[in-house]
């Protein structure tokens, strides 16, 4: 939904659960004055955008595997239209098939009244409600070689982000 989304999550993670996540970052960030430094200094990873990137992936299978917590956004983009979710990208399948790691689909409502596709807002609510819900954990199946697998993992993917979505709007004040 925003930009935010990743920080605030990474916030959230570490603040209620104790965890710290590697996120999955867009590489063109890592160039940025301000945000490149921070994205180095947490150890996220770098990621091209709109192209296969079997090393990015790596890192984030290895980092999955030595029980850390890697976060992807499953879009890959900011959605200019926040009331849709865009194509869930296979990404997620080629880590969470051949690690067996269950996913944990989140939905985030209110970070897009801050700082959506289009730039940063300023407007009323000063403070707008934020809210996060955390799905059950989907345990993947299915072989990370096959494509009819991945699709089926995406899909059911999907369908969690979607719900969960619905649900963190409600929780923010924001039915549809």
Do not use: N
């Given at each position: 939904?925003?930009?935010?989304?990743?920080?605030?999550?990474?916030?959230?993670?570490?603040?209620r659960?104790?965890?710290?996540?590697?996120?999955?970052?867009?590489?063109?960030?890592?160039?940025?004055?301000?945000?490149?430094?921070?994205?180095?200094?947490?150890?996220?990873?770098?990621?091209?955008?709109?192209?296969?990137?079997?090393?990015?992936?790596?890192?984030?299978?290895?980092?999955?595997?030595?029980?850390?917590?890697?976060?992807?956004?499953?879009?890959?983009?900011?959605?200019?239209?926040p009331?849709?979710?865009?194509?869930?990208?296979?990404?997620?399948?080629?880590?969470?098939?051949?690690?067996?790691?269950?996913?944990?689909?989140?939905?985030?409502?209110?970070t897009?009244?801050?700082w959506?596709?289009?730039?940063?807002?300023?407007?009323?609510?000063?403070?707008?409600?934020?809210?996060?819900?955390?799905?059950?954990?989907?345990?993947?199946?299915?072989?990370?070689?096959?494509?009819?697998?991945?699709?089926?993992?995406?899909?059911?993917?999907r369908?969690?982000?979607?719900?969960?979505?619905?649900?963190?709007?409600?929780?923010?004040?924001?039915?549809?």
């Amino acid at each position: 939904m925003s930009v935010l989304d990743g920080p605030c999550l990474a916030i959230e993670t570490g603040w209620r659960r104790r965890r710290e996540s590697r996120f999955l970052v867009a590489d063109e960030a890592f160039a940025h004055a301000l945000w490149g430094p921070i994205l180095r200094h947490f150890d996220q990873i770098p990621i091209r955008r709109g192209r296969s990137d079997e090393g990015a992936l790596d890192e984030a299978i290895a980092t999955v595997r030595r029980g850390a917590l890697a976060a992807i956004a499953p879009e890959g983009s900011v959605s200019p239209h926040p009331d849709e979710l865009q194509r869930v990208r296979s990404g997620i399948a080629r880590i969470a098939l051949p690690t067996a790691a269950p996913v944990i689909p989140v939905g985030i409502w209110g970070t897009q009244r801050r700082w959506s596709k289009t730039g940063r807002h300023w407007d009323a609510p000063l403070r707008p409600r934020l809210a996060f819900a955390y799905g059950e954990p989907i345990v993947p199946t299915g072989d990370a070689t096959e494509q009819a697998d991945i699709d089926a993992f995406v899909a059911r993917v999907r369908e969690a982000i979607e719900r969960q979505v619905t649900e963190a709007r409600i929780l923010a004040g924001d039915p549809s």
